[in-house]
């Protein structure tokens, strides 16, 4: 029986980070012998040490670094000509067609679209490289800002916005030129640049894409750009960008798998086709997070996960200082790190804290070898983010019996359901009041407790995604033929699908 070669892209999580998305990606890669990975990993740099080990299946590793330093630098005398799609690009993110006017969006994701073609194409042949360079981009760019009456009517622009956007510009297009090599499926683990590295395998050789999705790619860019600081005009046209290509991913995938109900009515809501679009749950395994037989004595709470501003610790320990008035012997236990990418955020946490005199409610204890040994320290867990995907810390904590307070953010409240209890984010009364409810309510704790092992035992096992992973690789690997590639045209494919065979995919065509 053939081996199903997957191409999983990723994008500065596995396997050079550590958090959900990478415990996802060890999960599918490490469970699934009978899958031949190849996986691409796109990091910030050469820099990030590879964290995870990987099992005898990742038959091949590929890493781009998209901000490190380009390396094709052949002069322009032996260059090939300048893709005018370059130029037709810069035009349309400086000056959108029918600028902010309601109902242009689906014009500009079609010019995009045709421009991104036409972009990917160069990048096959072998056009693109050579002008992946800033001075390729700069003229473009600022003679774009200089007559755009879109950028002009808004915005007082500088030089500094054209030496930005072009230098960003040949960074991000650098991902069109990754090849993922021969495979049957293309899985993208999120949105963004791993689109590019899929639609120039697909380009190549026909390679069907699946996309899952985590956290909502487009949303998060916007929730960091609102934190972020930086110039406007800038943000203007890389949000745009973002917006664009989003929209072109859900499109041309042939299958996406959002984490969650939540980021499926976000894929539908932006274009996606509704038959091509399932949830995917993640699964834990309910025999690596047992259930504690009894809950320890103290009213202490936990938080599991990564030291960051999307965790939004500040809303935590503000409902900490107003659990602590009513419930005096309660201790808010935090686990985890702070990022390598993150800086400072961690040092305001222990500022607020003792701003708060918080100093004997609310530890940081680091970084734990396994979650049940944070979990099972706490009657309760808390989740304060502003932004999730389907987590795999409320996932534990629920296998480990232990109830969530958490965030309505995301997929967290298809997860709790009734089996915790869920807040509006960045409301610290609201969370520091279900909090003391379920402190001060024994029996419903308890209820809760068994609830949620048995939400998790019934609904997200890790065996059920495995299972659903291994079953839609294998009828999308269906699509082409490994031996008819070279032969097939990518845009004749369809007249040789058995649409019967493949219903994931009979709809969709």
């Known amino acids: 029986m053939k081996r199903t ?3 999983l892209v990723t994008e500065s999580t596995y396997p050079c980070a550590r958090g959900g998305v990478a415990v996802w990606c060890d999960q599918l890669i490490r469970n699934l012998p009978g899958v031949d990975f190849t996986l691409v990993a796109i990091t910030p740099t050469t820099r990030e040490p590879v964290v995870w080990e990987f099992p005898p299946n990742v038959v091949d590793f590929r890493r781009h670094a998209a901000w490190d330093r380009l390396t094709d630098q052949r002069s322009r005398r032996h260059a090939p000509p300048l893709p005018e799609a370059l130029d037709d690009l810069v035009r349309m993110l400086v ?4 600028g902010a006017a309601p109902g242009t969006l689906p014009n500009q994701v079609r010019r995009f679209a045709d421009v991104l073609d036409r972009l990917v194409a160069a990048a096959v042949d072998g056009s693109l490289a050579p002008h992946l360079r800033f001075d390729s981009f700069f003229g473009p760019v600022q003679t ?12 007082d622009w500088s030089l500094a916005d054209a030496l930005a956007v072009a230098t960003a510009l040949p960074h991000i297009l650098s991902s069109l030129l990754v090849d993922v090599g021969p495979v049957d499926v293309i899985h993208i683990s999120a949105n963004g640049l791993p689109v590019l590295v899929a639609l120039a395998g697909h380009a190549r050789r026909g390679s069907p ?9 487009l949303r998060e860019r916007y929730l960091g750009a609102d934190h972020e600081v930086g110039r406007p005009v800038v943000k203007d046209v890389l949000l745009r960008w973002h917006r664009w290509l989003t929209v072109v991913a859900y499109d041309r995938c042939e299958h996406l798998s959002p984490a969650s109900d939540f980021n499926a009515r976000w894929e539908r809501a932006l274009g996606a086709d509704g038959h091509a679009v399932s949830t995917l749950h993640n699964g834990v395994d309910p025999a690596a997070f047992p259930m504690q037989l009894n809950e320890v004595r103290s009213p202490d709470v936990v938080w599991l ?4 501003p999307v965790k939004d610790l500040h809303t935590l320990l503000r409902a900490a200082d107003l659990v602590r008035r009513r419930v005096p012997s309660t201790r808010f236990r935090l686990f985890g790190e702070e990022p390598s990418d993150v800086k ?3 040092d305001s946490c222990l500022a607020l804290r003792d701003s708060l005199d918080l100093g004997g409610v609310v530890t940081f204890e680091g970084r734990v070898g396994h979650p049940v040994t944070a979990f099972l320290r706490g009657q309760l867990s808390v989740l ?7 987590p795999y810390s409320v996932l534990e904590s629920m296998s480990c019996g232990i109830p969530v307070v958490g965030t309505e953010v995301g997929g967290v409240p298809e997860a709790i359901a009734d089996t915790g209890l869920v807040v509006p984010p960045r409301d610290p009364e609201a969370m520091a009041s279900a909090i003391i409810h379920l402190l001060t309510h024994d029996d419903e704790r308890r209820r809760m407790r068994l609830a949620a092992r048995a939400r998790v035992e019934e609904l997200y096992r890790l065996d059920l995604m495995l299972s659903r992973h291994d079953d839609l690789y294998r009828a999308l690997s269906r699509v082409i033929d490994l031996r008819d590639r070279a032969s097939i045209p990518p845009d004749d494919l369809d007249s040789d699908l058995d ?7 009979a709809a969709r065509r």
Not at 144 to 155: C, D, F, P
Not at 305 to 308: A, H, N, Q, Y
Not at 499 to 505: C, Q, S, W
């Open 499 to 505: 649409h019967e065979a493949i219903p994931v995919l």
């Open 144 to 155: 774009a800002l200089a007559s755009s009456t879109y950028i002009g009517s808004r915005y």
């Open 384 to 390: 304060s983010s502003i932004t999730e995907g389907f």
């Open 305 to 308: 996960g990564r030291i960051d």
């Open 95 to 98: 000056e959108p067609p029918g």
């Open 344 to 346: 400072g955020y961690l």
């Open 209 to 217: 894409i699946m996309m899952s999705e985590h956290g909502l790619y």
């Open 5 to 7: 070669r997957v191409a």
